[in-house]
Structures are given as structure tokens and as C-alpha cells.
């Protein structure tokens, strides 16, 4: 786990002592600044929280160097197809399979990041369940050890294997960040 990753971590643990944040007896309700530094795939209380509120934790936003030191090599390679000027990261939130509010990530291309953020926010405001939504990188870019894991992501730049040729989805920009939604376990609909 990267340092800056457990700096995170270890400071929103001191602020949750400190401030009462975590005990449900004391009705604190962490500001949008605190809960944004939180990593995906963390449980929120949205209780206290109005429409208005919640709507502004589903943005989209440039790839910021922390992030691209996240997805360097891994998810994402240097190529004469898309650029990192190309894609947004893009921070939500889910109903996971326990019920409660997560935080999600997923980086997709910049022509279609509104409408995969408006989507997302129908998903959670419908109760959709969706288990895990973390980028593709914490499993090192591959996909059938995210699929298993039942990991909703969205791009993962890879030439076709076996090959020094790129997917047609990859070459046709706004495609590269078709989302896989449905891993192993999603629910069933009729």
C-alpha cells in the first residue's frame, strides 16, 4: 500500500477519534473536504445527509499526479491513441452488497464522464447494488482478478494479447471506458 495511501488512513482514523465521527451516539456529520480525502471502497453514514449534499460527491475531475502515479504502467501506458489529457477520474458513490454507502472510483474517457456520472448517481439513488468499485490498478490492471473479486471498473488500457495491436475500443476514444458492471456475482434483473 502506497504511503501517502496509509497517511490517509491514519489521519481520517485521528479525526474520527477526535471529532466523535464514528460514534453513533454523537451526531457529527463529516464535511464533503473530509470525506473526500477517504479512500474508495469506505463505508459512509449518509443519514445525515440531504439530495442536494449527496449529488456533490458524484464529480469528475483531471487526472491529478497522485493519481497518475497510481495508474502509471498499470492501467495505463503511453500511446498513440489516448493521452491522460483524455481521461477523468471520477469519484461516486454505491450501495455495496451490505446495504450501506461506499465510495467508489473509476477513470473514464473525458467525452462520456457527465453521462457515466449521472448514470452512477441513478444506480445509488435506485439502491442498485454494485460490491466493489475501485480502480482496476489494485489488481495490477487485470481484469479477471478484478472480475473474481467482483470489482466494478471502467478503463484498463492492453493490446491484444499476444500482439503490438490495440483493441478497436481503445482506438475509438469514447469506448475505452465501456464500464464492467457486471462481474461475477451482480444481481439479476428480469
Known amino acids: 500500500m502506497p504511503k501517502s495511501k496509509l497517511y490517509v488512513i491514519l489521519l481520517t482514523s485521528i479525526l ?3 471529532t466523535g465521527w464514528m460514534n453513533n451516539s454523537n451526531k457529527f456529520t463529516p464535511t464533503f473536504d473530509q470525506i473526500n480525502v477517504l479512500p474508495a471502497g469506505t463505508i459512509l453514514d ?3 445527509l440531504n439530495q442536494d449534499e449527496i449529488s456533490k460527491y458524484f464529480y469528475s475531475q ?6 497518475l502515479s497510481r ?3 498499470i492501467s495505463y501506458r503511453e500511446n498513440p491513441y489516448i493521452t491522460t489529457e483524455d481521461l477523468r477520474y471520477l469519484r461516486v458513490l454505491h450501495v455495496g452488497f451490505d446495504g450501506k ?3 467508489g472510483e473509476l477513470i473514464v ?9 449521472e448514470i452512477m448517481e441513478e444506480l445509488y439513488r435506485n439502491e442498485y447494488p454494485i460490491e466493489k468499485m475501485i480502480l482496476i490498478d489494485e489488481y495490477n490492471a487485470e481484469d479477471e482478478a478484478s472480475m473474481s473479486d467482483n470489482n466494478s471498473s471502467a478503463f ?3 493490446l491484444i494479447a499476444g500482439t503490438d495491436a490495440c483493441p478497436n475500443t481503445v482506438r ?4 475505452t471506458s465501456i464500464l464492467n458492471t457486471i462481474p461475477a456475482s451482480a444481481p439479476k434483473t428480469e
Do not use: F, K
Open 16 to 18: 474520527a477519534i477526535t
Open 46 to 48: 449518509t443519514a445525515g
Open 62 to 67: 483531471e487526472l491529478t499526479e497522485e493519481i
Open 71 to 73: 495508474i502509471e504502467n
Open 101 to 103: 454507502t461506499h465510495i
Open 109 to 117: 474517457n473525458q467525452a462520456i464522464a457527465q453521462d457515466v456520472l
Open 156 to 158: 484498463n488500457y492492453r
Open 172 to 175: 475509438d476514444l469514447p469506448l
